[in-house]
């Protein structure tokens, strides 16, 4: 961790997930004066235009392509990309409580979202950011995709997965750090917030938190960090977890 910096980049800004609780926060936080990079942001996912259909690349793509001709027209960069989508449970399943319940549908959908999707933004956006100066790639990934970190079980296809969203992160950040030696990729736990993925699984106990609060500590966190976080895993606090 470093002392948050007091200027930072000037650029444009990109939220993908900008649909779910924490993505629309995140956005909104962006939008407000004083934002982390100081300039537009840009909101995508499933109902955006254009969209991203996680299922089709073409779509993920093509919102590549549309971002870079806003910074070409706007005469600016892409200094933030920050990815707060994610699934849990849905109409093709719910987390596993045992290997009994391990389902093919539910793993395919959980694994498309939470990995294969974010790999498609990385292979068509982090080309996107800037060769020089500091720009950060931030993707919202979870506690429980820490291999080192899981002792009760349960939840095979979401820990899979995020632990596979946590290996491309560290895989991006050594690619991005040679072209940028200055730039921050890293994943992110933003802790339980009060959105529609949490809900069904939210108890007395845990630490809820409003997603106007959990979008203001990631990125508080992300001004703290510099180009040697790269390629960790961080939670909402800046403590960095293991792998």
């Known amino acids: 961790m470093t002392e948050p910096q007091a200027e930072p980049e000037r650029g444009l800004a990109v939220v993908i997930g900008a649909g779910g609780g924490l993505g629309a926060a995140l956005v909104e936080a962006l939008a407000a004066p004083g934002g982390l990079t100081g300039g537009r942001v840009l909101a995508l996912g499933r109902s955006s235009t254009p969209a991203i259909d996680y299922a089709n690349e073409a779509s993920v793509q093509h919102a590549a392509t549309w971002v870079a001709e806003q910074c ?3 005469h600016t960069e892409l200094r933030l990309l920050l990815v707060a989508s994610g699934f849990l449970h849905g109409a093709s399943g719910q987390p596993e409580r045992s290997w009994a319940h391990l389902d093919a549908s539910y793993l ?25 100066g500091r720009c950060v790639a931030g993707f919202v990934s979870a506690k429980v995709g ?10 095979y296809g979401y820990r899979a997965s995020k632990a596979a969203l946590n290996q491309l992160v560290k895989t ?11 730039a921050l990729c890293v994943a992110l736990h933003p802790g339980t917030v009060a959105t529609a993925l949490s809900a069904p699984f939210s108890k007395s106990g845990l630490n809820v938190r409003p997603p106007a609060v959990a979008a203001d500590d990631l990125l508080s966190v992300l001004a703290g960090l510099d180009a040697s976080c790269s390629g960790q895993l961080v939670d909402y606090q800046g403590k960095v977890l293991p792998w």
């Open 172 to 182: 991006a950040a050594i690619e991005l750090k040679r072209r940028n030696p200055q």
């Open 146 to 155: 820490s291999i080192a970190d899981n002792a009760l079980g349960g939840w």
């Open 108 to 132: 395919r959908q959980v694994f498309e979202v939470n990995a294969i999707g974010p790999a498609l933004v990385m292979k068509h956006f982090l080309p996107l950011l800037p060769k020089t």
């Open 72 to 74: 070409a027209a706007e």
